[in-house]
Structures are given as structure tokens and as C-alpha cells.
């Protein structure tokens, strides 16, 4: 069998694309289409700059609030180093590798229309860095999110220069040392190519897109953890019924009322007889919150597949109609809304899900209290659910909308910013940790469902606890409850996945 390759450049960029080249290691390569546009702009470019002295922003002038200052022809490839290294000031923890990989698949994808006026080997050292697994090390604070990117995509560009660090084979090691072991030259930058690569989204949508990989996945979880829940809690089904959702019209309402019926469908215990007639919200209302969040991030997910199919550098080239223009496409504000949304769908799954670990813990219907069999001597789950509610309340503080913030820059030149990129990796601190309060729901639901014995759950339910079971025990005395969290955490992360088009619309 022949390597797995991704062609850049021939059909648009989907959120099922980028989970198998991730998934399955593909390399990628720009297509015949690809190269020749941005030959073709950059030819374009060159002889633009060498038959008009006409000034353009960024690519004769200075930047910023500097645009007035012109630069001689025989300085513009300086400008265009001094450019990255000049902004490449980011601070702060690191990125995480898997993020800035995806900075540089949408960077290249980004330039790939050939409206941004790059060298082809420019773009060639990018998607070399990428098959290689050379990963420069980037820094999450530094980016208004306005200008593009700024800073985070100057660390992300230095080692084109021979500049900077990078991770390879697992080492944090000079990017010039790379260059040298690989046989590379540095790239000497030509007029406009700094900001090719400094303006865009990619910081951004890179944190975006991963959030939003994670959360699809966290997205099933959920109601397959919920689900197991509501069993183990001798909840009723009722509120499940197609009919009660079809009259609301809600998507993702009717969907997650859908789902719960399939997880449940043969299930012994939801089918018995009830002693109480209603459930509390946090089962009760499941479809409506979890629906809820669905469609919250099915709207995120629109936005984003917008914007990773997008040019947004700038200024802006048309050769075919001999237009340069410096334009605003490098504005996060889209990306800003649709991050703190997402954040604030993913904090809402967390927020139900404690309080049903919550509900377990209570001793009502035949559980006996914090889930063990001799409380007092043994104080069982009762921590766990305090770790959870700490995430809870921390995901709420992490979802104050960064959108709404602004502040002025550049000597006033850049004088709305929109906060995305701290909205986005804010987002990413959220969606992690659901993935925590998702960890410890199945851990106290999975012990709740012991106390059932013998009846059962849905075949689906059974099985799923039967693959948790091989990684968690039941737990008859305390125990350090940490590494059994970690080690439901590993098992969420390990369940065997596949990304398709309907489940990004289903989610």
C-alpha cells in the first residue's frame, strides 16, 4: 500500500479531512492547481512592484501605524524578515504540538488560492514541516486576534528563517540545526511574504478546530454517559418520546430524545415499573440541554468551516483583475463569537453532568448514600463529585465572553481587536475539562449500576460498562480515587473513533 497523501488545494477543507490526515498520519502535498496559483500570484506580485512605485500597504511600506513610511524596492525582503522577527514576541505556556501542526495545514491551505502573493518554496517548506513532524514552538499569549495572529504565527514562521525552536523526534532543538540536518536553506522572504504569513486566522482556527474534533467525540460521550446515568438512577423514558420533542421543533433536542431511546432500547431497568413519576431536571431535561449545546455547536462548527477554507492575509492580491487591496479578512471577530459560544456548549454538558453525579450520591431509590456499601467508615464518591463541581465552577469562569473586549493598539490604527485568540484557548480549557466532568460521571454512574445487579441495562449500556470495567473496578472500600479518574479519563480518550459528515450534523 502506497503513503496516505492529502492533495491541498483541489476540493474544500472538512472537519472529517483534517480527523483522518491527524488520525491517520497522512502527509500532504500541494496540488498541481495549488502551486500554479501561487505562481501565478507571485509573478503577478514581482511585476507589480517593479513597473509602479504606487504605495502599498505592507509590501512598500511600513506596517501598522508605520504604513505611511515608504521602503525602498531593494529593502523589501528585509522589511519582510525584520517583519516575523520583530513580532515573534509571544510568552506564556507552549502550544500544544497537535494545535500549531494545525496552524500549518490552515496556513498552507489558506495560501493555497494564490491571493497572498508567496514564493512557492515558501508554502513547500510549510508542507515539509508538517510530513516531517517539525512542529516550531509557538506561545498561546500575544495575539489580539485582530491583525491575524500576529505573534503566535511569527514563533510559527521563524524556522522558514532558521530562527527559533522547534520539536523534532520528540526534542526541542535549534530550527537551524533541523534545516542543516534535512539539507534545507533558509527561505529568503520577498516582498509581501511576512505578512502572508504573519495576518490570518490559523492561531485561531487551529485551537478551534481541534476544540471542536474533541468535542464531537465529547458530544456522544455525553449522552452515552448520561444514559448510563439515568439507568443506574431508575429514571423514567417518558420524557424521551418523540412526540413530546417533534412539537418543539428543536434539532438537537430531537435528536438527543432520539439517541437516548436507541442507547436504551432493550434496556430491563428503564422498562420497569416506577415508584416515582418524575425525574429531577438534570435527567429530566437532558434533551433540552444537551440539545441545546448540539446545536450550539453545530452553528460553531459553520463558522469554522467557513474560515479554514478562507484567505486571511492581507493586504489582499487579484491578479486576474489587478487589484491589491488591504482589507480587514484577518479580523477574528466571527472566529471570537462562535469560540466563547462553543465554550459556553461545552461548560452547559459539564454542568448537567455534575449535577447528575450529584443526584447518584444522594441514597434515594435503593442506592445506598455516596455509592458504598458501609458509608461512614468509607466516604465512597463523595470527592469526586467535589473535584467536579471545582471544574464546573472553573469552566464558568472560563466562560466570560472574551468577544466583548477590545482594546486599541498600533497608535490607534488597530483600534477594534476581537480577543479570539483568548477566546479560543479559553474554549480549549473548557472542552478538556468536560472531558474531566464527563470522566467522573461514568465513574460514580458505572458504581451506581453495580447496586442494580441483577438487572440489566440496554445491550449497548452493558457493553460499554463491560470495556469500562476492564479498566476501572467496582470499589467496595476507599481507595485513591485519582488515578481510577485518570485511568477513566484514558479510556474515554482511547474508545475507538471514527469522525463521519452525519455525526458533525447529528452532534
Known amino acids: 500500500m502506497g503513503e496516505l497523501t492529502y492533495a491541498v488545494g483541489i476540493e474544500k477543507l472538512t472537519f472529517k479531512t483534517i480527523f483522518d490526515i491527524l488520525k491517520k498520519g497522512k502527509k500532504i502535498t500541494l496540488s498541481d492547481e495549488a502551486s500554479e496559483r501561487i505562481i501565478r500570484c507571485r509573478q503577478y506580485l ?3 512592484t517593479r513597473k509602479e512605485d ?5 509590501i512598500n511600506t511600513g506596517f501598522g501605524a508605520l504604513y505611511n513610511k515608504s521602503i525602498s524596492f531593494e529593502d523589501l525582503g528585509r522589511l519582510q524578515e525584520n517583519l516575523v522577527m520583530s513580532h515573534a514576541c509571544g510568552t506564556g505556556d507552549e502550544v500544544p504540538s497537535q494545535v500549531v501542526k494545525l496552524m500549518i ?7 493555497s488560492y494564490g491571493h497572498s502573493g508567496v514564493q512557492l ?3 513547500q517548506r510549510l508542507v515539509d514541516f508538517f510530513n516531517e513532524d517539525i512542529i516550531p514552538v509557538v506561545y498561546q499569549l500575544g495575539s489580539l486576534g485582530a491583525s491575524g495572529d500576529l505573534s503566535p504565527l511569527a514563533h510559527m514562521s521563524l524556522p522558514l528563517l532558521g530562527m527559533g525552536k522547534v520539536y523534532h523526534h520528540g526534542e526541542k532543538k535549534s530550527s537551524k540545526d533541523v534545516l542543516l540536518d534535512y539539507g534545507w536553506e533558509t527561505v ?6 511576512g505578512l502572508a504569513l504573519l495576518n490570518g486566522t490559523q492561531f485561531m482556527s487551529a485551537y478551534g478546530v481541534h476544540s471542536l474534533l474533541k468535542l464531537f467525540r465529547l458530544s456522544e460521550l455525553a449522552d452515552i454517559i448520561g444514559a448510563v446515568s439515568l439507568d443506574a438512577f431508575d429514571g423514567r423514558i417518558e420524557p424521551f418520546m418523540d412526540e413530546l420533542h417533534q412539537i418543539r421543533h428543536h434539532k438537537g433536542q430531537i435528536q438527543t430524545a432520539d439517541r437516548f431511546r436507541m442507547l436504551l432500547e432493550d434496556s430491563e431497568l428503564i422498562c420497569r415499573e416506577k415508584e416515582h413519576v418524575q425525574d429531577p431536571y438534570s435527567f429530566r431535561c437532558i434533551p433540552q440541554v444537551h440539545g441545546a449545546s448540539k446545536d450550539s455547536v453545530n452553528y460553531v462548527a459553520t463558522v469554522f468551516s467557513a474560515e479554514i477554507n478562507a ?3 492581507n493586504p489582499t492580491i487579484f491578479p486576474e483583475i489587478d487589484v491589491i487591496v488591504s482589507g480587514g479578512n484577518f479580523h477574528g471577530q466571527p472566529l471570537a463569537l462562535a469560540l466563547d459560544n462553543m465554550a459556553i456548549a461545552a461548560a452547559e454538558w459539564g454542568n448537567i453532568s455534575e449535577r447528575r453525579t450529584y443526584q447518584l450520591l444522594h441514597g434515594k431509590r435503593g442506592l445506598p448514600p455516596f455509592l458504598v456499601a458501609n458509608p461512614g467508615l468509607n466516604s465512597g464518591f463523595m470527592i469526586p ?3 467536579s463541581a471545582s471544574i464546573v465552577s472553573q469552566n464558568k469562569q472560563l466562560c466570560t465572553p472574551a468577544s466583548v473586549d477590545s482594546i486599541e493598539s498600533s497608535q490607534g490604527q488597530e483600534d477594534h481587536v476581537s480577543m479570539g485568540a483568548n477566546a479560543a484557548t479559553k474554549a480549549y480549557k473548557v472542552v478538556y475539562n468536560l472531558e474531566r466532568i464527563l470522566a467522573i460521571e461514568l465513574f460514580n454512574a458505572a458504581q451506581a449500576l453495580e447496586f ?5 441495562s440496554s445491550s449497548f449500556i452493558e457493553s460499554f460498562f463491560e470495556a469500562y470495567r476492564q479498566h476501572v473496578p467496582f470499589i467496595e472500600e476507599d481507595q485513591v480515587m485519582h488515578d481510577h479518574i485518570e485511568h477513566t479519563i484514558s479510556f474515554l480518550g482511547e474508545i475507538d473513533y471514527e469522525l463521519s459528515d452525519a455525526l458533525i450534523q447529528g452532534i
Open 311 to 313: 484567505v486571511t492575509d
Open 452 to 456: 442494580r445487579r441483577p438487572a440489566k
Open 188 to 193: 529568503k522572504l520577498q516582498s509581501k511574504e
Open 54 to 58: 504606487k504605495a502599498v500597504y505592507g
Open 105 to 111: 495545514l490552515l496556513k498552507i491551505q489558506s495560501v
Open 121 to 123: 518554496i515558501t508554502v
Open 46 to 48: 514581482d511585476e507589480k
Open 385 to 387: 463529585q467535589y473535584t
